[in-house]
């Protein structure tokens, strides 16, 4: 999930939250194209849109030489993100880890001219394979999950700090003729003051950089 842009400051007043998205819609939802950009890292990237249970998604599209595991290996790096992501990640930890699952929580410093709080997630991630493709998607975990006592330390360290209350979506990663597809789809709602429409269209102008952060990171580890 990447910083809103200088348009948060445009946040009026408390707005009631549509419903939560999962990932199964996700997934088989008809999609809308949005726009074609340019990134001076991944090259060209296909947004596109839906509005799942009330929630604005989105979707961005792109393809890189890097693997599977590859990218996978970026994107399930919690801790690291503080460096690799653009987001603006100040604390990260990784809660619980299996093959299949993972559990982790993350911290977003918003900076102040945006007039906005910090934002953290606490989120059980899903790790699937099939086919050589794998797809890491992720969902909530409410007031910390089993995590409780952490998420109220956090709330105690960072009086203000807003919890994200709607954050589903994941990464697929699909083998196609010597290169991978690169997915990136998020549905979110930050919480708080900010209106939706302003959450999306900071989302949109921010999709390329989330694949962005995660092929660069990519092209270091595997040179």
Same mark, same amino acid.
């Given at each position: 999930m990447k910083l809103l842009?200088?348009?948060?400051?445009?946040?009026?007043?408390?707005?009631?939250?549509?419903?939560?998205?999962?990932? %199964? @819609?996700? @997934?088989?939802?008809?999609?809308?194209?949005? %726009?074609?950009?340019?990134?001076?890292?991944?090259?060209?990237? +296909?947004?596109? %849109?839906?509005?799942?249970?009330?929630?604005?998604?989105?979707?961005?599209?792109?393809?890189?030489?890097? %693997?599977? +595991? @590859?990218?996978l290996d970026v994107a399930a790096d919690i801790e690291g993100a503080e460096q690799w992501s653009t987001a603006g990640v100040t604390d990260a930890a990784t809660l619980k880890r299996t093959a299949t699952q993972l559990d982790y929580f993350q911290y977003l410093d918003v900076p102040g001219w945006t007039m906005a709080n910090d934002r953290f997630w606490f989120l059980r991630g899903e790790i699937e394979r099939s086919g050589g493709a794998i797809t890491f998607h992720w969902d909530r975990l409410v007031d910390g999950g089993p995590y409780a006592d952490r998420f109220q330390q956090v709330l105690t360290d960072h009086p203000g700090a807003v919890e994200v209350p709607i954050n589903v979506g994941g990464w697929v990663f699909t083998p196609v003729d010597g290169s991978t597809r690169l997915q990136y789809f998020i549905c979110t709602h930050t919480g708080g003051s900010i209106p939706s429409a302003v959450q999306g269209i900071a989302t949109t102008r921010t999709l390329p950089d989330n694949l962005g952060d995660v092929v660069r990171e990519a092209a270091k580890r595997n040179p």
């Open positions: 842009g200088t348009m948060l400051a445009l946040a009026l007043a408390p707005i009631a939250l549509a419903g939560t998205p999962q990932w %199964s @819609q996700i @997934q088989t939802a008809g999609w809308t194209h949005l %726009s074609t950009r340019k990134h001076d890292v991944v090259g060209t990237v +296909e947004v596109y %849109s839906k509005t799942i249970d009330g929630v604005d998604c989105f979707q961005g599209v792109t393809t890189t030489r890097y %693997s599977p +595991e @590859q990218l």
